[in-house]
């Protein structure tokens, strides 16, 4: 079935260093990603979608790449932000009706 | 604002007691989802809907679990009958159409003593 991977439970950083999360997926349609951010006690809100192979998405000085032969969407940020800490989910829609999330990485930036 | 209300925004039951919540999606989206995002924080689909019918639905959710999204009222999930284990953020969202990123509420908190 389809699924979406995110390897990293809980990334630390330091307030301005760059930032890669990863998300790799398997489908067997024609994939949709999203990156999806939730702050404590928020909704989860979008922060990037892309169906398009190999272009950049931006948003909010997030960027990621849809890349179909490597079946990643790994989100970028070149200095995070103490605002940045988070969790952050990949979600993957297949036109199912059925959205996917990956078990999502809580990112935390210190001074 | 595009905004999915769910209400409430907090819920206390205990053990054997129904459990009841509700969503309003975003005006123009008959796509409608429920996950559970356990303490984890690991989201679970429950069931989705588009307009009234049912698409698609989790075991768990067809045999404790009921949901409903009738047409001019707000959707619904409800928990026949809590367990421990049913304490989560019960989110809800809606999109255009199936393939478009869903729209999240703010959730409701259930937590069964």
């Known amino acids: 079935g389809d699924s979406v991977t995110q390897t990293e439970g809980l990334v630390t950083l330091t307030k301005g260093l760059p930032v890669m999360l990863n998300c790799t997926y398997q489908t067997t349609y024609s994939p949709f990603l999203f990156w999806y951010v939730q702050h404590l006690n928020e909704a989860p809100k979008l922060l990037l979608k892309s169906s398009t192979d190999n272009k950049r998405t931006e948003h909010q000085g997030f960027y990621a790449t849809l890349h179909k032969s490597s079946s990643s969407f790994h989100l970028q940020k070149s200095s995070v932000q103490l605002s940045d800490s988070a969790l952050y989910f990949c979600a993957l829609g297949t036109g199912g009706y059925k959205v996917v999330f990956g078990s999502g990485t809580r990112l935390l930036v210190s001074p | 604002n595009s905004k999915v209300i769910q209400t409430p925004r907090y819920l206390v039951k205990g053990q054997g007691q129904k459990a009841k919540m509700r969503c309003i999606p975003e005006?123009?989206?008959?796509?409608v989802f429920w996950y559970q995002q356990n303490k984890n924080n690991e989201f679970k689909f429950l069931i989705n809907f588009q307009n009234q019918e049912v698409l698609q639905q989790i075991d768990m959710t067809e045999k404790r679990f009921s949901a409903e999204c009738p047409s001019n009222s707000p959707c619904s999930l409800e928990i026949q009958s809590s367990e421990a284990g049913d304490s989560a953020l019960y989110l809800c969202?809606?999109?255009?159409?199936?393939?478009?990123?869903?729209?999240f509420g703010e959730g409701t908190r259930l937590s069964v003593l």
């Open positions: 969202a809606s999109s255009r159409q199936g393939n478009q990123a869903p729209l």
């Open positions: 005006k123009g989206h008959p796509v």
